[in-house]
């Protein structure tokens, strides 16, 4: 049987330092620091292009992480996770020095308006000939709802309700506002624009009303990508129905095995063929050309690994302020608010590495400041070559999204050792599936630059009766929470 061919995305944030790996920027080759700098992102893009990445994938939130400490300060003063930039208009830049590598920005269907949300997504399809995506997210953080005038954060469930009416907005005035021929440019009659073909699109949801046209024009997708990361029962009923491609926070093969199998299950059920939701783990590795080299990066980073802003890191997804425990003494989390949930955290990290011995504060901060919570395989290229064929043939995941520790030195190592590997096995793409082509035609491949058929959006198109709005009971083998992290916690979804 041939080998499962996987897709790779970079795993990245617009923050000026850190990301997954806090205090690497301390490091004479790490550039982490200059993430304010445009040529930081070209250099980017440029790079996963060499190498045939599918897409750099940006994970994105408003406010920050203010549970440790009660403040940022410990954030602030590490430089990880602060100091964030808006990735849209980053995009356009890379876009325009590549060919075929994709782009994928997070947005909050919590905080943004749908009407100018659309708007902004058809003018980067636009300007990327098609090769963008949106990463939905509803937001969590009370930080974030401070920051954007909101009291509290919007109940869990009731986020994904808002979502759901949300989206309907969005692929009325993608989907519906313009026919597809609406675009005439004819010089001999001097009409651009076919009035007759170009509609006012209504909405009265429970959250979002509004009456506009698409202020843009159809764009090579129409509608972007969909990627999504919520594994929580409203968050995995909202996946199946919206989501092209699933971001996973998962730290075992079983665990994203199973979170796979009932993704594709409820899919099927829903009438969608269950393959066309693509499944991209979040893995974090060290590779190095043998065993030695790759053990020697990885203490190289442990050196250099902040754990006091890896505990913040943590604070800030579980709610439990780590500063109140000493660093060299056994966690007791018998007493914490969320004890019970925090159960599950530490059998990921027991699943994720072979260290034995008690948790303290200060192996916890060093565990989360070299990649979290998330398969961290330490190796040769074959070894971690290895580890991505399991987890392609076990899990049945489709692609890689893949954190960087050192930077650009991670990204390097994908693209030199990695990846031709990978090629070698007959396991990863020569050359884009659609050079040039749109994100969703390299996704699927060649001619499927919209929604297929069987996705819930492709009901708005032009000329077809909208539906309803839609009330989706939850099946009873909905996708489980994955042992990792509290649901509010997924990583690509902090909003």
Not at 397 to 421: Q, R, Y
């Amino acid at each position: 049987m041939a080998p499962k061919k996987v897709q790779i995305c970079f795993l990245e944030t617009c923050c000026t330092g850190g990301y997954m790996a806090a205090g690497q920027w301390k490091t004479d080759e790490d550039v982490s620091s200059t993430k304010d700098t445009l040529e930081y992102y070209t250099d980017l893009a440029k790079l996963a292009e060499k190498g045939k990445v599918s897409a750099i994938f940006f994970a994105d939130w408003y406010g920050g992480f203010e549970i440790y400490g009660g403040s940022m300060d410990a954030m602030l003063q590490a430089g990880h996770q602060v100091a964030h930039l808006d990735p849209l208009p980053i995009v356009s830049a890379m876009a325009a020095v590549t060919k075929s590598v994709s782009f994928a920005v997070t947005m909050s269907t919590s905080y943004e308006n749908p009407y100018v949300l659309a708007r902004l997504y058809s003018t980067l399809d636009h300007l990327t000939k098609g090769r963008c995506a949106w990463n939905i997210v509803t937001s969590w953080s009370k930080c974030a709802a401070n920051a954007l005038g909101q009291e509290n954060v919007i109940p869990h469930d009731e986020r994904y309700d808002m979502a759901d009416d949300f989206m309907d907005v969005t692929y009325k005035l993608w989907e519906s506002s313009w026919a597809p021929d609406s675009a005439v440019w004819n010089k001999s009659t001097g009409v651009a624009f076919d009035a007759s073909k170009i509609k006012k699109i209504t909405h009265k949801g429970k959250y979002f009303s509004m009456a506009g046209r698409n202020q843009v024009h159809p764009s090579p997708q129409r509608t972007p990508v969909l990627f999504q990361a919520g594994t929580s029962k409203s968050g995995a009923a909202f996946a199946v129905k919206h989501a092209e491609a699933l971001f996973l926070n998962t730290s075992t093969v079983a665990q994203a095995k199973k979170v796979i199998a009932d993704a594709r299950a409820a899919a099927a059920a829903r009438g969608r063929d269950p393959k066309s939701i693509k499944f991209f783990p979040c893995i974090v590795p060290f590779i190095g050309r043998t065993e030695e080299e790759a053990k020697a990066k990885y203490e190289h980073a442990k050196k250099h690994a902040d754990p006091v802003a890896g505990l913040g890191q943590f604070s800030g997804y579980t709610g439990i302020d780590m500063s109140q425990y000493p660093l060299d003494e056994p966690i007791d989390l018998s007493k914490a608010n969320q004890a019970m949930a925090i159960q599950s955290v530490f059998r990921a990290l027991e699943a994720s590495e072979s260290a034995s011995g008690p948790w303290t504060p200060r192996r916890l901060g060093i565990k989360m400041a070299l990649g979290g919570l998330h398969p961290s395989p330490v190796g040769s290229v074959q070894q971690v070559a290895d580890v991505f064929e399991e987890w392609a043939t076990e899990a049945d995941c489709d692609g890689f999204n893949i954190a960087s520790v050192t930077n650009p030195g991670s990204w390097k190592d994908t693209i030199d050792l990695l990846i031709p590997e990978l090629q070698k096995r007959g396991m990863y793409w020569d050359d884009y599936e659609v050079p040039g082509g749109a994100f969703r035609e390299n996704l699927y491949g060649a001619g499927q630059k919209g929604l297929r058929d069987d996705h819930y959006g492709s009901a708005f198109r032009w000329g077809m009766e909208i539906p309803e709005p839609e009330v989706v009971e939850e099946e009873k083998g909905s996708m489980p929470e994955p042992a990792v992290l509290p649901a509010r916690a997924t990583v690509a979804a902090h909003g």
